[in-house]
């Protein structure tokens, strides 16, 4: 589950799909919200045989080092069907 963002608001949300949560080992339990022109830098510990999963990509790697992960210069636009703001849909997703 993502965080609730402003739409005027440009920032990049990290979310882990499949956390792993026990005595040895934890991951985030929450999003990880950074700026807009933040780079995060992924070393994988291991190079050999990487598995990379972005939305609906497995990609595998042999010889992996490092991958920079950037927010995109491309924009989207989104079909509104109603007239209601942002605000007045977050009202009624949590006012019952």
């Keep these: 589950m993502g965080a609730i963002v402003a739409p005027n608001v440009e920032i990049m949300q990290i979310t882990e799909i499949a956390g792993i949560h026990n005595n040895k080992y934890?991951?985030?339990?929450?999003?990880?919200?950074?700026?807009?022109?933040?780079?995060?830098?992924?070393?994988?510990k291991e190079t050999e045989n990487?598995?990379?999963?972005?939305?609906?990509?497995c990609l595998e790697f042999k010889n992996f080092r490092q991958?920079?992960?950037?927010?995109s210069d491309k924009k989207v636009n989104f079909v509104r069907y109603r007239k209601y703001s942002f605000y007045e849909r977050l009202h009624q997703s949590f006012i019952v």
């Design 26 to 44: 934890s991951s985030l339990y929450n999003s990880l919200i950074v700026s807009k022109d933040s780079t995060i830098k992924i070393i994988p």
């Design 67 to 71: 991958i920079n992960i950037s927010l």
């Design 50 to 57: 990487v598995i990379l999963g972005i939305d609906y990509l």
